[in-house]
């Protein structure tokens, strides 16, 4: 752990970006930033870059005040969701760009350009101009910039959000495999998307209108999410949530739900809790009734959003299944794949038991 | 942080430390030569108070310059204003058209007023000037142009009419070329005929543009004097001496600096109120009646 | 109605046409008069009208009597725009850079506030400068010089070119200098190396205002120069003044329109291309 961040904030007018943020990041590998559109992602990766500067807080590196070094001495490389190349140049010159006074001799820069070509397949653009380009090759040359030379860390904010879901599958697979090939290198890459993270692997940090949620392996973060805000932000659907009760060894979701109580539950005791259950983890049939208020297909799920009892839910079936608004469902919620959060702080009391 | 500072004031302080050496500086030193009795036969900073601000307050050749100015400028930019967004209105739909007409109107904004004036002075030549030739032809009186003064006031404006309408256009033009489409699709499918869907759609969605280039171009007009110089040298008498020329008259002509001074100042302080009152109001009535 | 409308257009946009043509066809026919074709009263096709003769034209080039020297102002023009454009711009773009990158502050004053400070300066009306500027300018033994005049023509364009370039800038994404910066440029070498030569298009549409308002002043021209130094607009209106012929003065006030037409036609080309103030 040498990269320490202590009290970040960064504030513009009355906005707070950035509140107080604490915390420390290994050396190398890799940390997804996941946080809602506005958490504070890019504010904060703009600090580490030393684009932003703060307005107090202090940021080391082994002991080392880095907030003295301003970007252009800062070893960084940094990839932005727009497609952000030099518009003048050709790809080569693109990616040769950062070397340029780095002092040096032609062989080492043409040995570089062509391990990074390589790596990202872009040795048949060299001699276009980035606007000649699709996304997905203009975001590769983004990222080729950034790797061409030694950097302390790497920076990607959502790099892959403006590029079609294909493509997206595709790169997320050849940034992993690159990300994690570096030994010396920290990666921190910001999404929104919790299915992101999990591909990504390595640390995630949760990110929430400017504060750190939750930091964690992203196994851990994924199974024991810190509070009903993490659970929300790492889930998608975000997980539902429902106010509910413990009493007289039940469950009881709303004033009519009552369920049994699963065994992880066993050290609770009776009184108001926040349950909360994964849309994927609901499922068809059983002896709660509520009616379809909304039915979309995604991909190869359908996601039905529920007029239950007890309120909305969110449930995620496999397969294209055809409901129309209005329909009658009946669903159970499996009391193993329930979590609880404390009523009043919405800190994790329980989680299921992983498998 | 991170020597920024020296960044920020290398980009912005040589521009402006030349802005304000050239204007500031020399607006602040009027204001002071305003208070002084500086004329040809006693140069100098002197201290008289306010003698020059009395005397212009009593200056009628100087209040009717200024209410001479208001009708030239507001007359003038009036016709601008709606012959360019008739013309624009013409075109607009029309890509054929478009571009011959777009360079045809931009030579005229383009071209050197006063050189333009040199030639419209012989245009309006009572003897020998195609402007009489073409009033005689539909079998009028030749028009004394420039020897009478509402001839002359005409004459004027109709110059500044001339170069001007087509920068009334471009904008226009352009604030056309970026209306949404939908509002008007939806007037026609509710049977507006042309007439109700400008006067309740289009003529709303461009009153911001329209207050923008009227408001410019009142700005622009209320400096009128070069033109006035060639063609009518402020006559005939005074009937066409806009404030500016009034001004330059007492100033570097007569060199009675410190009044002059006085002068601008006065016109300075004045067309500033004025022209921020109008930019209120025009905002006001026409895009308030939008909402 | 709906048969007439399109003629109705026809007819109003061919009647405006004409009228903005009018005035320069009348100096071109005017250009080819002599004496006899003038005071004749007002006469328009060459041959058949009038005699045409090349006179006036040729007077306007030095050769033959009575000519007038319209080449040396021309001459002047051309170095006081140029130089005052290019100097303009230079000032102008670095301050519009710091403008639209960087935030200012000092006490209540703040970007908005120094960007419409640099803007409204165009409010001003000449002739509230022009005293103070014949006075500073006789301190400086300036008066009637080409160099008094580039000063005089700086601050003037000056706000025309911060105007256009801190919307140009504005136009390209912060992201683009912060990439340099992560790349290694400092400010300046982000400026000089990466910006600049994306702001081509807004170079020289802010050059273009440049020269053209610079071109067309006379007021300070005419206030600030007696003798020695002569710019065209001048030039041209004192022999207006003089008793010129109209030949003579229909030709130079052409010439000297010349280059401005020129750039119409290259402005419009421009506009067609909508690359005016933005970036493709």
């Known amino acids: 752990m040498t990269y320490l961040l202590d009290n970040l904030t960064v504030k513009q007018g009355s906005d707070i970006h950035l509140d107080g943020v604490t915390l420390s990041l290994p050396n190398a590998g890799v940390v997804t930033v996941i946080g809602r559109t506005l958490a504070g992602k890019t504010t904060l990766l703009k600090v580490l870059a030393g684009l932003i500067a703060p307005q107090s807080g202090s940021l080391t590196k082994d002991g080392a005040d880095l907030l003295a070094i301003p970007a252009w001495r800062r070893r960084v490389g940094m990839v932005y969701q727009q497609f952000v190349n030099y518009p003048h140049l050709s790809v080569r010159d693109n990616i040769v760009f950062p070397l340029k006074r780095s002092g040096l001799k032609p062989a080492a820069v043409a040995e570089k350009l062509s391990y990074v070509t390589e790596l990202l397949g872009l040795a048949p653009l060299l001699d276009r101009r980035p606007e000649e380009l699709s996304g997905g090759q203009q975001q590769r040359v983004a990222l080729a910039r950034s790797l061409v030379k030694d950097t302390d860390f790497l920076l990607l904010d959502e790099p892959l959000v403006n590029l079609d879901y294909k493509l997206r599958e595709q790169l997320r697979d050849e940034f992993r495999r690159i990300f994690h090939a570096s030994e010396n290198r920290l990666v921190v890459y910001s999404t929104t998307e919790p299915l992101e993270a999990m591909i990504m692997q390595g640390l995630v940090l949760v990110l929430h209108e400017g504060e750190v949620v939750q930091v964690g392996d992203y196994r851990d973060v994924y199974r024991r999410p810190a509070n009903t805000t993490a659970a929300t932000i790492f889930n998608d659907p975000p997980m539902n949530l429902f106010g509910g009760r413990i009493e007289a060894g039940q469950v009881k979701i709303g004033d009519e739900t009552v369920l049994r109580m699963p065994g992880h539950f066993a050290n609770l005791s009776d009184g108001k809790y926040i349950f909360g259950i994964r849309a994927s983890e609901a499922v068809m049939g059983g002896i709660i009734t509520g009616r379809v208020a909304l039915a979309e297909i995604n991909g190869s799920t359908t996601v039905l959003h529920l007029d239950m009892p007890f309120g909305n839910l969110v449930l995620e079936r496999e397969g294209v299944a055809l409901h129309a608004i209005g329909d009658g469902v009946s669903v159970t919620l499996p009391p193993a794949r329930l979590f609880a959060f404390d009523a009043d702080t919405r800190n994790l009391v329980a989680a299921p038991v992983s498998d | 942080m991170y020597g920024l500072t020296r960044y920020k004031l290398f980009f912005l302080l040589p521009g402006l430390l030349v802005l304000l050496a050239i204007i500031l500086f020399p607006l602040i030193f009027t204001i002071r030569v305003s208070f002084s009795g500086w004329d040809a036969v006693r140069p100098g900073l002197d201290w008289i108070g306010g003698v020059n601000y009395g005397r212009l307050l009593a200056d009628g050749r100087f209040w009717q310059s200024l209410s001479r100015l208001g009708l030239m400028a507001v007359s003038a930019v009036a016709i601008e204003y709606v012959l360019g967004f008739g013309l624009a209105l013409l075109v607009w739909r029309q890509i054929r058209f478009r571009r011959l007409v777009r360079v045809l109107f931009l030579i005229p904004m383009m071209t050197t007023p006063v050189v333009m004036a040199v030639i419209w002075r012989t245009v309006f030549h009572e003897s020998l000037g195609p402007a009489n030739d073409l009033v005689t032809l539909f079998g009028f009186a030749p028009i004394p142009w420039l020897t009478n003064a509402q001839w002359a006031t005409f004459v004027v404006i109709l110059v500044d009419v001339w170069q001007w309408t087509p920068f009334m256009f471009l904008l226009l033009l352009a604030g056309l070329l970026s209306l949404p489409r939908e509002p008007l699709l939806a007037a026609a499918i509710d049977g507006a005929g042309p007439i109700r869907a400008f006067w309740n759609v289009t003529f709303p969605a461009m009153a911001p543009i329209s207050v923008g280039a009227i408001i410019i171009r009142l700005i622009e007009a209320s400096k009128i004097m070069e033109t006035v110089y060639v063609i009518t040298s402020g006559g005939p008498g005074t009937s066409t001496e806009t404030s500016s020329y009034y001004i330059f008259i007492r100033g570097l002509r007569d060199f009675q600096i410190g009044y002059a001074a006085a002068l601008s100042i006065t016109y300075l302080v004045i067309m500033i109120v004025l022209l921020t009152i109008i930019a209120k109001l025009l905002t006001k009535t026409l895009i308030k009646a939008e909402a | ?280």
């Open chain 3, 1 to 280: 109605m709906e048969r007439l409308y399109p003629l109705l257009k026809a007819a109003a946009i061919l009647l405006w046409s004409a009228f903005v043509v009018a005035p320069f066809l009348w100096a071109l026919t005017t250009s080819f008069k002599t004496a006899n074709g003038v005071t004749a009263g007002p006469t328009y096709i060459p041959f058949v009208d009038y005699e045409p003769s090349l006179a006036a034209w040729q007077g306007l080039f030095g050769s033959g009597g009575g000519s007038i020297d319209i080449a040396s102002p021309f001459v002047s023009s051309t170095v006081v725009t140029l130089s005052a454009s290019l100097v303009s711009l230079v000032l102008g773009t670095l301050a519009a850079y710091g403008l639209s990158r960087f935030s200012y502050k000092a006490g209540p004053v703040g970007n908005n506030d120094l960007t419409f400070f640099f803007v409204s300066q165009r409010i001003m009306p000449p002739v509230v400068l022009a005293i103070p500027f014949f006075l500073m300018l006789g301190w400086l033994g300036l008066l009637d010089t080409i160099a008094g005049l580039v000063i005089v023509y700086v601050a003037l364009l000056l706000p025309i070119s911060v105007w256009v370039m801190v919307d140009f800038f504005n136009s390209i994404p912060r992201e683009l200098d912060e990439t340099a910066m992560i790349d290694g440029c400092t400010p300046f070498e982000t400026f000089w190396r990466v910006i600049l030569p994306n702001s081509v298009p807004g170079l020289v549409v802010a050059g273009i205002f440049c020269i053209i308002f610079g071109w067309n002043d006379f007021f300070f021209a005419f206030t600030l120069t007696f003798t020695q130094t002569q710019l065209l607009p001048v030039a041209i209106v004192s022999l207006n003044s003089s008793v010129t012929p109209w030949w003579s003065l229909s030709a130079s006030a052409l010439i000297s329109v010349a280059p401005l037409i020129v750039i119409a036609f290259l402005v419009e080309r421009y506009l067609d291309k909508g690359s005016i103030g933005g970036r493709k």
